[in-house]
Nanobody, 114 residues
Framework: QVQLVESGGGLAQAGGSLRLSCAAS????????MGWYRQAPEKQRELVAD???????NYAGSVKGRFTISRDNAKNTVYLQMNSLKPEDTAVYYC????????WGQGTQVTVSS
């Protein structure tokens, strides 16, 4: 079973930046699309961005132009560079396959202050 471990969250001011990382175990990582998802308090989990096995990223409208998803298949890692952060980006961020599989990691908390 593939394990996904997210890291890199923290506290940022509005307009600031954070870079999230997701390390995956297992050899199937490189052939699968991956996604970053987030869940804000009292809201449903939503897809933020996904990336194909070949490295093409797709973004939710709310983050397009501010976030960049990337991957390093040699390191079994997917990244989310978040710039121009807004308070509404505050959430727990998770990585998973795209489409997501039932098992979720712990996530990493991102808090953006105004």
């Amino acid at each position: 079973q593939v394990q996904l471990v997210e890291s890199g969250g923290g506290l940022a001011q509005a307009g600031g930046s954070l870079r999230l990382s997701c390390a995956a175990s297992g050899s199937i990582f490189s052939i699968n699309a991956m996604g970053w998802y987030r869940q804000a308090p009292e809201k449903q989990r939503e897809l933020v961005a996904d990336i194909t096995a070949g490295g093409r990223g797709n973004y939710a409208g709310s983050v397009k132009g501010r976030f960049t998803i990337s991957r390093d298949n040699a390191k079994n890692t997917v990244y989310l560079q978040m710039n121009s952060l807004k308070p509404e980006d505050t959430a727990v961020y998770y990585c998973n396959f795209y489409p997501p599989r039932p098992s979720w990691g712990q996530g990493t908390q991102v808090t953006v202050s105004s």
